[in-house]
């Protein structure tokens, strides 16, 4: 790394040792300076003692003069003058000073951080140093705030929306006790709205919302709720521009603002499969110190017309027929989808019908790759000369049809359902299961909670495509598809009709992020748009 000028550089002591700390564009530093008799008591005051990762850029070493230690300026998230009076008044977090210290040294400023600690998780912490001087506390802190005040890709007006029956229903609980007082320590003024009923939060972000007085839009929710969040930003901003969201080949227009989300939902596969962990704590940090990441966004539409967009799961089949049965039992919380998911499991369904797709051959990488593409972690993806290559139709039965624009990890599957998609590239990958003996299909499944590859295996083919189409193989008319109406009565029909079908049902239904389609003939093209998430790392994908 270049040297950076330094911007200031003093002694100051740390609980009872004295540091040389220096502060330059990109680190903070601060070192011990060794002297003979060392402190008898308490430990310097550092915080990552109990065996965490370091921050971007930390490092403690120990050498001849004492321990070091760092944190990227984009990693503070905040800095105040400390009331030594009361800092030493023993409030249970503080250890007294010594006499002669808080003599010696009676002003004192703190500095809030980003602190990495273990599976992705982030925290807050704070080092207090001690100054000699007023007037030199004040240099720090004026210092490192004209510091971050610098940083531009941090938000300082948000707004929030908060369901409060997502997940657990533990939304505002979360917000309140966990993220707002780290939204209030960095400075961020927030607009919170507890939404009513669903849908609330899409349709304010699409009509009412005065987007311009805000540099971030943040969810505390699910999936479902960050759909929410992306239908009404991305459905006006395509008002706005005059695009036309039913036709499928129109160019989505990519909207200014970014997305964050605090997880409080009962899947929270976007978060997991973005930042690595459903933490809401970790989540509050990326939005504060401006993480971005741009993500792949798929249309869904059914005959010219818009029907949703998608981020993560498309599932006909298994997926779809888990999350129809969990939504009349959404009274069961999280635990729905463990219920309905045996349930549909013990059912066994297949699907016939035909699926045609546009391989992405233009890029190097494969939906078998043993890479993972998380925020932060980005694997660079290369555009290849030519692009070849038309589109390809399969026919068959399927247990389940998934096309998955990011590797839809989450808390049941650590790996997700496609462990290398990419979240920016531009592509989906197409998992299809054909009709196999129930042990198969269970082999498949749990092969989603262990090392082994769930595409290995003759019934599972995966593809990663721009776009693709599914017709259902009793599809005789469009007007015929509407699935609430006449699902039904095609179900007992093929059942006449068909006696060996072990009683399938002609139609699934689509799970779209977790939203039930209302039509099984769909038609899905996949872009790479910038509706970054506030809460993810700074490194941007190479998208396409
Ligand atoms: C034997 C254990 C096998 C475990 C296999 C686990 C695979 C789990 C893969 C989860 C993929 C989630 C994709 C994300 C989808 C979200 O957009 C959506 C909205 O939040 N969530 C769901 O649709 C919620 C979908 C939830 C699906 C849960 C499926 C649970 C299957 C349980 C099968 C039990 C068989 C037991 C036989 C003895
Ligand atoms: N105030 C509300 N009352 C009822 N439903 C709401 C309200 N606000 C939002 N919703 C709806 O609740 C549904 C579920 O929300 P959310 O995604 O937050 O939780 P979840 O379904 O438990 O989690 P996940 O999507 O991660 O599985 C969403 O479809 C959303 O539209
Ligand atoms: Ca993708």
Redesign the pocket.
């Known amino acids: 790394m270049e040297k950076q000028p330094r911007l200031l550089a003093s002694q100051l002591l740390l609980k009872n040792s004295l540091f040389e700390v220096s502060l330059n564009r990109v680190l903070l530093t601060w070192k011990e300076i060794a002297t003979k008799k060392k402190r008898v008591s308490g430990g310097i005051h550092h915080p990552f003692k109990v065996g965490f990762c370091f921050p971007k850029f930390l490092r403690r070493d120990k050498g001849e003069s004492g321990t070091s230690h760092g944190v990227s300026v984009s990693e503070i998230l905040a800095v105040r003058e400390l009331d030594v009076d009361s800092e030493t008044k023993d409030d249970g977090r503080w250890q007294k000073m010594p006499q002669k210290s808080t003599e010696a040294y009676p002003y004192a400023f703190t500095v809030s951080y980003v602190e990495r600690a273990w599976q992705h998780r982030w925290r807050c912490s704070d080092v207090t140093f001690h100054c000699l001087e007023g007037a030199l506390c004040q240099q720090w802190v004026q210092t490192i705030r004209e510091q971050l005040t610098a940083l531009t890709s941090r938000p300082k007006h948000l707004l929030v929306y908060i ?5 657990k229903q533990q ?1 505002e609980r979360i917000y309140e006790q966990k993220v707002a007082p780290l939204f209030t320590l960095a400075s961020i003024s927030t607009h919170v709205i ?9 349709d304010h972000l699409r009509t009412e919302a005065e987007l311009k007085k805000y540099d971030g839009v943040v969810c505390v ?8 969040m992306v239908h009404g930003l991305v459905s006006r901003t395509q008002r706005d521009n005059g695009v036309d969201q039913n036709s499928p080949e129109e160019k989505l227009v990519p909207c200014t603002l970014r997305i964050g989300i605090i997880p ?6 976007i978060c997991y499969a973005t930042v690595g962990i459903n933490d809401p704590v970790t989540s509050a940090l990326h939005i504060i110190v401006g993480d971005a990441q741009p993500m792949d966004v798929c249309s869904v539409h059914h005959n010219n017309t818009f029907l949703r967009y998608s981020v993560s799961l498309l599932g006909y089949g298994f997926y779809g027929d888990v999350l129809a049965d969990s939504e009349r039992k959404r009274w069961m ?2 635990a729905r ?1 463990d219920f309905s998911g045996f349930k549909t499991f013990l059912t066994h369904h297949y699907y016939e019908g035909t699926v045609s797709f546009l391989p992405a051959t233009d890029i190097l990488g494969t939906p078998r790759d043993k890479t993972r593409c998380r925020a932060g972690y980005h694997q660079p993806l290369f555009l290849l000369p030519e692009y070849k290559g038309g589109w390809r139709v399969i026919r068959g039965k399927f247990l389940a049809i998934n096309a998955a624009s990011m590797s839809c990890a989450c808390p049941r599957s650590p790996k997700g359902l496609s462990p290398a998609a990419h979240l920016a590239d531009g592509t989906t990958d197409l998992i299809l299961v054909r009709k196999c003996s129930r042990f198969n299909f269970l082999r498949h499944l749990l092969r989603h909670t262990s090392k082994y590859d769930q595409f290995d295996m003759n019934f599972v083919e995966v593809h990663r495509v721009r776009r693709f189409r599914f017709t259902p193989r009793y599809c005789q008319s469009d007007s015929e598809l509407d699935l609430r109406e006449n699902g039904k009565r095609l179900f007992s029909q093929i059942c006449r009709d068909h006696p060996a079908c072990s009683c399938s049902p002609a139609y699934s239904s689509w799970n779209c ?3 039930i389609l209302p039509h099984a003939a769909i038609e899905v093209g996949c872009v790479t748009t910038p509706y970054n998430l506030l809460c993810k790392y700074t490194v941007h994908s190479e998208s396409i």
């Open positions: 369901n409060p029956y997502g997940g939304g507890v939404t009513e009923h669903a849908n609330h939060a899409r929710g699910g999936d479902g709720m960050f759909s929410e409080a939902g009962s899947t929270d596969c919380g999280p989808y992020d977790g939203e």
